[in-house]
């Protein structure tokens, strides 16, 4: 890759990275993304509600959250008929690259931040750098711009290459509340893939390693239980209330005490709770937020309907009314050995790799799966790449940071991979 | 009272102390009782099936159980002709002295005795006099040999005296485990009464001292609550068993954990549980006997509700069918002022009596308040009296023994009420 | 009672209800008082400090909060002076007649009100009379303007008669958070009391009726725990945290189920409970709001002991450190029967009042129980005083008022009272 | 292999299953092993105490027990001379072939029964066939009779064949309380072994399937918890009693609450609990038999650890005693690839073998993992072979039987790889 390249993705990345926007808020990063997209040229550019099922959208923000969020990209500079395309939390944009004959590629990557304050240490690269996010409380905390530009650099090198076939670039908004998969996944624009790469910086990987097909998602479904019951004196009448803490707390001891699976990994936290008003008196309303993950989509399910039910039956136990929602849920997945062999292959070639795995496990959950499925479900094969980079701090804290040389390293290698497909279909 | 009757009451009190018979197995006892009540001489004399509901009774052993019993009591003398009256655990008596116009007045003693290994102590009487219990791991430990003796000396006094109206006295199977007291409520005996009087002995009250109404029984049901749920191998498939000992601890912690009630005392107890197989099997069934009491029968139905929804929850939470089956209850009562205060006044004239109240709590159950209930809801009026008696040991131990000086005590206060009650109706 | 004396009672009931001020903020509220007080002549006037042994405070809010309301009340009109000598929450007063020899009485009366929002209704009388609290979100919901209006009225009448003794009326802050009682019980002013009296308003008896010795105070202890542990990604590492919520869950149900006790009401409540941060995060942090209540004080000392247990083992099951503070506490106590009798023969000669009740269960807790304890252990004599009030909202509710004819009501009784003391000590 | 060896492991293995004998209690077997290898001829045989180290035995049964099975066996037919020397549970035994130069081998074969009534129904071959276990309640439904007729095979086939090196055949004694394993590994006789195989018939595989080298053995403990508390009437006294049902039921509770861990599958169970004594008794003493499992020893002691904590605080905090003891308890262990590699290539050669894999998970626990954690520490290679044996009911049921013909497929791959190891040490 030439330098100019290069420098064009450094300063890509470093200008998402000072407008951090978080779930279905991404109106400068998506109005960025389009402008870049525009630069290129592509043969189809879809934003928003044109790539989304907006009904299969999950965890959205309300509408004030929504438009204060909207005005804050606007005084940033976002574009008026992108913002005005994305209003109401349809945010993301997917562009595609037609170049005749050939397998039909996907590259999904995922654009929002996290509402973590961004480190201002000198030892802090954006805070030294000036590139520091501007949104303060928020923060590109897991590398989503850099996911970005990747996607971004990954087209521009396709359409300069001789490709053949059919590449379409998903930027996803709303990955880290597991918000935004199940909208792309159900939007239509998958089920004429082949293939689907979706990729991940970081994980604990160094700068120059790649891990061709990443396994071990967790299936999970996020929650909120709320427990109503009614109130009363605590001295005076104590029986006369009916005690939403003391259902709270029947359903948190028992939801961890939902039976270990023999078919493999479960998980479950009641991460949130509050109740109550007073000391003295018998709580009328308490609320938890929880969730439970399963090494499949089955033990997610094992989990769910266990939960619903100690939820409900703790509710019941203390003559209370229970009720859970889901508030997000994302499948497990399994990357193709076969596709993850192109990945391999090819980045044994690529400058700057010096280590390869097959596989490892994420331990976490992820709502690429929800793509990942769609295509296999048709018979086509995913992976999803891990592309190495040195991390000062851990994701999700304030000093992560990645490594830009990085950005380049993974572009030769997704943009080597789709080319290498376009040539030999797998 | 004269020494000769002194002494046949003493006599009679070893005698029955020699046969402690438990609940709806008092056949030895209900033989003696009629023995005597046919030398003394009634008008009418029921016995078993005649005075009771025995649909009404609760508590009621196994056939086999019964059966065992019926036969050492034959060998241990009882007459033939009341074994056969009493077969099948329909034991009791009732007598009845009919003298003209007047009131009808009812006497309640109970018979039963207690699952408890008599001591053999050489300073507990029964054991160094001679009369400690034949039926090993069986006795007396509450007093109601005493009881039984008091009645039977209630009748031979009024029967001598100038009394005008109608006696009956109530020998009452079954009240240790709170089964006998609705079976002779329901018996159809008890309608014509315009008195109840109902005694125990001891107490904690010392020889010499009456309470002439004793209050605070609480209301009692006593439970078993059984839960089937479905094994497994908890190594290799821990999440195919529906565990019954989770149901089970839950269902025990928030039994527990039913709030307090502001309109008085409420009780709750797990008395005892058992479950499972082996260490390595998620356990198919747990069983719990437990109870709830209340101040009144309100409060003990407030906490029985509470009880089955919880124990119910607590099955449904773990995927097990739980089921609760009522053993025993017993309702609360109140002693009538104005009854109680002719037993003070009586008490105030026998000799011995050098202690009187009017009222004390029980702080306990007693299934003498399913008589009590029903007469005062016939317009009737109900006391309950305790009689003091110096006990070395507490109720309900080994070394429980009476003082025999307060069976005289009992008699003459008793029946010194009853005539009272035939001359000045309350 | 003349009719001018009615309508100045009138008149600064309602002026200390529209300006309501909580716990250890009563600054306006001081400051009026000081000045009635001064307007009638007294021969001695402590303020604040002088009156309360500031160390024994419980439950005061911090210095933010309090200045808040300093400066608030001098906009409401405060004296600098008063506010001067009361600043940092240290208000309330005291006011003593010395009348030469006879007995010394004291009177008792609480001034602070509630973080409740008065109502704006047209049949809500402080709404359409335009004396509404002119602060909003807090309102006089219990009657202390009332409690205060009286002592002011007490304190006047007294010093108009031939009353023979010395009279202090104590103007107790805090009774509302059990924060004030301490304070003025080890202020040192109660020392040489031959007769204490309190009083209160309402509690569900209608004008014209006076409870003589108000008994059935629960003894409190109100408390906050906290739970720390260790933060851990739920999906990830859900075995590297050490969850402070499963504690909380294991802490609120075995708070309620600490046995019930044999001699007499006890009470608990977990009212509220906050912890977590995330959903997919172990929490690192729970608390918890809790008390616990007794019929007695050693009753409330056996469920303190069992909460600090229950408390800081759930802490340790579950891997956490454990801190209970109490936040407020208060004894129970008992009126004196012989110094209620004054109350209730002097009751019967006073107009308006058309029923008179020996003694009533307050059913909650008061903290005028500390000084109650502390008069009676040096050999006093107490009693707390029910004036009743028809009161068209529960006490504690946005719809509480008074019926103000039973501000004469409860002067003319308590004055009366005094008067009789000083005449004929107990 | 001939008929007539064919006939003689048939022979053996129906009289192994005639006699089957709990842990510990292995008499009559180690009796008829001893026969047989007399009859084969071996250069040391040692017996029980020779073989174990007693102190490291664990889940011994109390004397009397031990007693009345040493008097069956004696019945049974048990020689003399063995009864002597196994006297006290010290069963099992170990026969040496001394070949020579070359490497030192171990097989270890578990000969103890389970506590399961044997199947009477007609399609039950012992039934049919006249083996059924004599020892009613009792059966060898694990297959264990097999295990040790394959280890009286293997020496006799080494011991005719060219073998160089020396073989030792463990009969170990009580696998099914794991209580056996350890007392083997610290009996000093596998501290010269350069490899050990140990082997298990069935598991789900049929006839004619060699597993090489079976992993996944969950480390597991197990262990008996005690609440002592103190009884009270739970009526009148209820908070004289410290409850220990009440502890049982927040221990259980809280044990299934133990967090999952990130790094593996864990297992907990409470697998019997009883307690208490009546119903109207505050429970004095509670009990409950459990286990903790992990993947590895590390993950089994992390449950370990947390159960501890778990029992004690659930005790402190009803104000109870609470002691854990463990009972049995066995570490993880995995096969060596290289020695399986060799058992799966011998397997290749043999007749009737028509599958072969080289691993599969157990999924339960086994104590062989003592041994071979103990022959890999120093530096030798083990595997765990599974024996494909069709087998119509599951293991651990009355109509779990074996496929005879698997008995001659055991001693030949087995045997077979024996002697390759003295050709080509791994």
Redesign the interface.
Known sequence: MEQSSRDRLVELRRDLHRYPEPAWREYYTTSRIVAELERIGVDDLLVGPEVLDADARMAVPDDDELDAWHDRARDAGARSDVLERTRGGLTGAMAVLDRGEGPTVGLRVDIDALPITESTGSDHAPASGAFRSENEGYMHACGHDAHATIGVGVLEAVAESDFQGTLKVFFQPAEEVIGGGRAVAEGGHLDDLDHLLAIHIGLDHPTGEIVAGVDGF?A?R?FEATFEGESA?????????R?A??A???A???L????????????????????????????ER?HM???V?GETTELKE?MSE?AD??I???A????CEGAVET?AEAPSAESDADLAAVVSEVAGDVAGVDSRLDSDDL???EDATYLMNRVQSQGGLASFVGIGTDHPGGHHTPTFDVDERSLAIGVDVLAGTIERLGENPV
Chains 1, 2, 3, 4 share one sequence.
């Open positions: 967790l999970v996020q004196h605590a001295g005076g009448h104590p029986a006369q209330g005690d803490i003391q709270l707390a029947t948190v001891q028992n961890h005490a939902i039976r270990r699976h023999g078919d493999g990994a479960t998980r479950v936290n009641a991460g949130v709770v509050e109740g109550g008003t007073a000391t003295n008196i018998v709580a308490a937020e929880g969730e993950r094992y266990r039910t100690v409900e039956s703790a019941t136990m203390h003559d508030t331990g976490g959950s």
